[in-house]
């Protein structure tokens, strides 16, 4: 198990330091800690605090947010994109971008679909917020902690009534497209979404998909309040959520990532 180390302890860490919120299995951040234990990479786990200033962080690499990943001296890393590409150069295999251009351009290209604004984990979280947001006043006043930390996050990421509206077509709809290269890919002999072995969107779909449906206590003990939060109840997108998704999320978890989760 990776250990827990703080800010002033990380500053003086050798190799790799991943900074990520504790205690919550934020998608981002589990993507990222599973292309390095994808890769075997040691790291140290840093700890975020998820809404709040964390001051010694900032100071520290200039952000506030979670995922940092932090390779020796050099600027933490805090995008998807560079984060993979971080983990590729410091252990090029196994290889979790493919090499031949197409294949590349279709892994970066649905991991956007996930990971990128406008995707699966932006989506999921403007719904998660409107749950709280669209609440009435005599349900949850505001200026109650909870609603002021979440209208202060919505502000953040974009959230507003329509976008929180337009969110489960949109996420419906990214569904829809991975359950039919999933599909095909099946109909060919395979258990990947591209080629025939593991890539970077078979892990960022693998802890994206906590957010429609967690995997179950035994393997991610995560906060039970939380639990109702990421289990996705929207009609359509649970129509688009198809099982062949959930069933190849746990096969990369079983081969390829830990088990149970580290929060």
Known sequence: MAKWIDVESARRHPGLRL?????VPGPWGQAAKSLFDAKRIPYARVRQAGGESNEALVAWTGHSNAPQAVWED???????????????????????????????????????LIAGPEGIGWQRRLMIFHEVLDLPESA???????????????????YSREAAEAAPARTAAILGLLGERLERQQQRGSRYFVGDSLTALDIYWAAFSAMLEPLPPALCAMPESL????????????????????????????????????L
Request: hydrophobic share 40%.
């Open 227 to 262: 639990r109702p939060q990421y289990t996705v109840r929207d009609p359509r997108v649970r129509a688009a959520a198809k099982p062949l998704l959930f069933e190849q999320r746990d096969f990369v978890y079983r081969q390829h990532l830990v088990l149970p989760v580290e």
């Open 19 to 23: 900074v990520l919120t504790a205690g």
């Open 140 to 158: 949850m006043p505001a200026n109650a902690p909870v609603r002021v930390l979440v209208a202060g996050m919505g502000e953040r990421y974009g």
């Open 74 to 112: 050099e600027p933490a890393r805090t995008g998807w994109s560079e984060i993979i590409e971080l983990a590729e150069r410091i252990a090029p295999e196994p290889a979790l971008l493919p090499s031949e251009p197409a294949r590349r351009a279709d892994v970066v290209g649905l991991c956007q």
